[in-house]
């Protein structure tokens, strides 16, 4: 049978009931979406290293055969560190697996195996060069035994899958227990049965105007290039196929919002009246403090906006602890003293919460109320939750990505709030804004942002919006006071955490993982019992991780903002918009594995009070020079855009976010910082087309060569 894109994933050989719903979870339905599962990395498997050129500190692959294996337990006998011997024709190299205790029932004698990682010294023996968890792939599961142990003639003839060796060798994350080989072999059998006719999604003149090569072409290429293709270029994304896809995502990216501002300018809005004196007062009412000049800046330009019939589409850009929050609840009072519903989208259900208790404290004084929507209420709750929202009892409704599901019908949506953005991939919002054009009106939305990203960056970004910048930090906070240490100083740092939950503070201590994925990484959980029984014995710890459930971490949060916990030891999901002002210290233990702009809003979680905050931030006791000015970029300045330009520069934009790809903004494979250029390509040649009356026919071939799924994915499914 032969595939074409839309086709179940199901349908293709090699793939069952079992894994379809692997793929299912990521997402992977048909084999469009699997065709656009791409490999993270290439490997070199035509010119193969041999063992005796191996030295310390290069990274290799290897094709070897398995000489001998053991599993040796640790003390706590449930982790075993698996020692492998392999061989190849030139020599014998050891390797090292942590947690490896599963290997001794995978590997035997004879096996042949490719290598792919860093030789290392062996710390025990200097004089040995091994391998300390590289990335394996068996290729033969067969015992050869005896013929096998000379050297590699019979390999030849074991190779028969052509995908595995002998090329450019794609790796791709596994999905679950559908691990990477079987992963390739799938897209391959894809790629052969698919028919190389596709409709192409860029129109041909514009293909051959900026050289690249079809849609089937790019696929074929990106997921097995040919023998020639530099493979340096492949691993930096800038190989032709690749180029053409990161085009692609963006070009449809771009035309969607070309084609929104077109929409937006002829949608109606609600224009709220904002000069009545009991709006004024409301307004007043809920403030708790006098706003910044910053805020009031701000919030004559949304003012501004909300008295238009045209929808607000507004980019709220400030640092961690700038005040956006009040400043989004304003808005929404405008909204609803206007007789409309509000909402507020939070990243994360913890952050949701606190958004909920937070708003909810400043409404109460206009007596406004409050709704919370989050998928881990009960189901009785949410029933109740949803009808007030659909009655429009509910007047601001504070939630997360729930908020956008279909159930969910509002009365009479006019405002939306939506908090850091880039969580959420872009696109998102425009499902929320469809909520409100249900009942004919599209909302007004402002979108709040802590991520600085340089301001022409911005501008083609979120290209469709105007950009308001709170520049100001609210008065009276102390700088944060940043101190660089390492591990031997950890009795020391320990110490004066004592001493400031004594005078009454709060303390958070974040690890980077939630359990130990390698040997000498502590772990928060372990950390967070050895912390609790031999260093603060007589204070109160809580544990906050991304593996609780809802309830789990909502109570730690509850009970840390009750100081009824003093010490939070957590991992990053505290990073987003967490607010206790009575927490003053931050210990950040592993820090050179951090990226900074994720050091800097886990930073902006102390400082938020009158008190003055320390930060520490706790390195090896050798580091590398890049990772030392790294981390002393933290200790000398606090100005979040300084701190990504510095992140930018020192490690690249691949590692900017702290993700490998570009899941931070929600693409698949284009990364708005390493493919600024080719952004402002597609961006120019789509709009382009959408702004061009004689282009009609040209945008209607686009989207009806769309896959259904990507129409909603971009949203261009409505226009057309
Ligand atoms: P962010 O911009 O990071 O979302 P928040 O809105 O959470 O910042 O505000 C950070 C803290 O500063 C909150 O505790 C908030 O109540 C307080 N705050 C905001 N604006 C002011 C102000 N004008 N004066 C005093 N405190 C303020
Ligand atoms: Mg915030």
Redesign the pocket.
Known sequence: MSLSLTTEVRMIKGVGPHRAELLAKRGIYTVNDLLHYLPFRYEDRIHFSNIKDIKPEGIYTIRARVMSGQAVRTMRGRDAIYHLLVQDATGQLPCKFFHGGYLEDRLKQGQLLVLHGKAEIDKMRPARIEMVNPQMELLSSVDHSAAAHEADKSAAQEEIDSTEVGRIVPIYEAVGTFGPRSIRRTIYTALQTLDPRMPDILPENLRTRLGYPSRFQALAQTHFPAAEESLEALNEFRSPAQRRLIFEEFFLYQLSLALDRRTARKEDAIAFRLREENIREALKRIL?????AA?KRVLAEIAADLEKPAPMNRLLQ?????????VALQAAVVAIENGCQAALMAPTEILAVQHFL?AGRILERGGYRVELLISGLKSAEKSVALERIRSGEAQLVVGTHALIEDNVQFARLGFVAI?EQHRFGVLQRKRLMDKAAAHGHAPHVLV?T?TPIPRTLSLTLYGDLDVSI?DEL???RTPIETHLTSEPHLPGVWGSIRREVEAGHQAYIVYPVIEESKIELKAAVEEYERLSRQVFPKLRLGLLHGRLSSEEKDEVMQRFRKNEVQILVATTVVEV?V?V?NATVMVIEHAERFGLSQLHQLR?RIG?GAQKSHCVLVGPVRMTDEARARLETMVRTSNGFEIAETDLELRGPGEFFGTRQSGAFGFHIANPLRDRELLEQARREAFAIADTPSQMSTLDRILSSLPSEWQRRYHLARVG
């Open positions: 708790p403090f006098k706003p910044t805020q400030g640092d961690v602890g700038s005040g956006k929050t009040i937070s908090d709040l802590a709170l609210p008065p009276g918009g607010d002002p902006g938020r």
